[in-house]
């Protein structure tokens, strides 16, 4: 007799339920860009969507109380030229957002406690480096300020948001960058390419470790590093159709695990929940959403089961652990972006019937504090993030996470020949913060006065640069201001001419006139001589008569 054994299993009977429609968000205008991203952020404070809107790019961001139908007027962030490609809660203070666009430059964004009253124009900081469109934007897991961001000019950029800086340019791929995640402890760097090649990088000197084919087909792969060091991909094969795969970073060439799902032809996002070691799958235009649990035993990637809905998913995001309701064993939460403009909103609950805390189900999650800062890591030194238990620093209220650090700005130190060169002297260049109360950021600058005293912190080199930068300024006002004369006088040339041409032209014209007018009066006097005659004639006859 043979008996099977049911792998054992907390999450065996994990099930989703959306919520009802009135506690959903409506009548969103989504983003129709044709670009392979989410659309959609969200963290315990706020939800951002990407939206259409004319005149350039926006998102909309909504405090989680504020559901229902939304207003058309509702105000946006907007500052962008071009359309929004993709947008990044920071990790480290729930209240900042980064965004890259098709106009080229990466904007970090403040938002006020409550949401926003109106329109948001005005970023904390522009970080511009990128020659085509940036698709890709990237928090840093445990560093305070750091980002990474990728454009279609195939170029990867870490930046200090703190200083507008660049910490490591990356320009070693051929081709554009679909994805690019971070390790754990952010020691590591894994980025997948249109080449069909993922690659491990050190994310300090840009130097690459190891390389090998992802997935063998030419659509949009991804690769994310799971909390162990494992590597989970998504892509397609040779027909087409949707794989996945697990991998181990000394031997990407040889996947643990690949297998086949179906043959749609959506982008497959991978959505990880590294407490629960939980990987959710959710394509493009699909109305599923698939679910695995990663273990050490073979086959390494289980199926759990799949999540159905009626309507195509648009786009989706994924609520951070500290934002799940405890007290109904809610391990995920979901942001589905409808076609029909539907924000709607899906748990994931594991069923139990004590109401107590169930640590097995929720271990130490990710806390909104960075470990280390953007100088200490650029300089070598690495951290794990912070975690804390759910059970000690929990509040429910309307049944989810409040944070519990107070309000926190951004505001950034910007040096004179990184951003913003031609304004040295000006209170702009010259505010100062960090970003967050946990000691993040840089240096504050002092504001100078009058324009004359040197800021603080900029060194002789700095003083040279900005002033063969205003050389060059002038040199090419200089050039502009003669190439505008000359096309000023080219211009009035053109007028003299066709005004003595017009002259010309009347002066010929009313001779002309002078002329018909002579003839005519002497076809006049002519006419009436010939009157004359013919009446003297008729005279004389009339005597003879």
């Not at 229902?68 to 907007?78: C, E, F, K, S």
């Not at 904390?124 to 961001?149: C, E, I, K, M, Y």
């Not at 043959?263 to 497959?268: A, E, L, R």
Request: aromatic share 6%; with cysteine; charged share 20%.
């Amino acid at each position: 007799m043979s008996f099977r054994v049911v792998r054992s299993s907390k999450f065996r009977h994990v099930y989703g339920q959306a919520l009802k429609r009135e506690q959903c968000y409506d009548n969103i205008r989504v983003s129709k860009s044709s670009w392979d991203s989410t659309f959609c952020a969200v963290n315990p404070k706020f939800l951002a969507i990407i939206v259409e809107s004319a005149g350039g790019g926006a998102f909309i961001v909504l405090p989680h109380s504020k559901v229902g139908r939304i207003a058309a007027d509702h105000p946006l962030v907007g500052g962008h030229k071009g359309p929004v490609l993709d947008i990044a809660w920071c990790p480290h203070n729930d209240n900042v957002i980064a965004s890259g666009s098709e106009d080229c430059v990466v904007k970090v964004w403040q938002i006020p406690d409550g949401g926003l009253s109106r329109t948001l124009t005005e970023p904390v900081v522009d970080l511009v480096f990128h020659q085509r469109r940036v698709g890709l934007v990237v928090w840093h897991p445990s560093a305070l300020n750091v980002l990474l961001t990728a454009g279609s000019d195939n170029q990867v950029v870490i930046w200090n948001v703190g200083t507008g800086e660049i910490l490591v340019h990356i320009d070693s791929h051929p081709d554009i960058v679909y994805s690019a995640c971070f390790n754990w402890d952010g020691s590591k760097l894994v980025t997948t390419c249109k080449d069909k090649k993922i690659r491990i990088y050190d994310p300090r000197t840009g130097e690459v470790e190891s390389e090998a084919v992802c997935h063998e087909g030419s659509k949009a792969t991804r690769a994310i590093f799971l909390r162990h060091g494992l590597i989970f991909t998504t892509g397609f094969n040779r027909s087409s159709e949707r794989q996945y795969s697990l991998r181990a970073p000394d031997a990407l060439s040889d996947p643990i695990v690949m297998v086949e799902l179906d043959t749609s032809n959506g982008v497959m996002f991978p959505l990880y929940d590294p407490d629960t070691n939980l990987i959710y799958l959710c394509g493009k235009g699909d109305s599923v959403i698939r679910y695995f649990e990663v273990t050490p035993e073979p086959p390494f990637v289980h199926y759990i089961n799949t999540f159905q809905t009626p309507d195509p998913q648009r786009g989706i995001g994924m609520m951070p652990k500290r934002g799940c309701d405890v007290t109904t064993c809610e391990i995920a939460k979901f942001y589905r972006l409808n076609n029909n403009g539907l924000c709607q909103v899906i748990s994931m609950t594991v069923p139990r019937k004590s109401d107590l805390f169930q640590e097995d189900l929720y271990p130490d999650t990710l806390a909104e504090d960075a470990a280390i800062t953007a100088e200490k890591w650029i300089m070598g030194e690495d951290a794990d993030p912070i975690t804390f238990s759910l059970k000690d620093r929990v509040s429910i209220v309307q049944g989810g996470y409040v944070s519990q650090s107070a309000n926190k700005s951004l505001s950034v130190s910007k040096k004179a020949n990184i951003l913003n060169k031609a304004a040295v002297g000006t209170s702009k260049s010259a505010s100062s913060a960090t970003l967050g109360s946990s000691g993040g950021g840089s240096s504050a600058a002092n504001n100078s006065s009058g324009g004359s005293a040197p800021v603080s912190g900029i060194t002789e080199k700095d003083l040279r640069d900005i002033t063969d930068e205003i050389r060059k300024l002038k040199a090419i006002i200089v050039k502009h201001e003669n190439r505008i004369r000359a096309l000023e006088a080219t211009i009035r040339e053109q007028e003299d001419n066709t005004d003595s041409v017009a002259a010309k032209s009347n002066n010929t014209s009313s001779s002309n006139d002078t002329k018909a007018n002579a003839a005519e009066s002497n076809s006049t006097k002519e006419d009436a001589n010939g009157s004359a005659g013919t009446t003297t004639a008729a005279g004389t006859a009339s005597d003879d008569v």
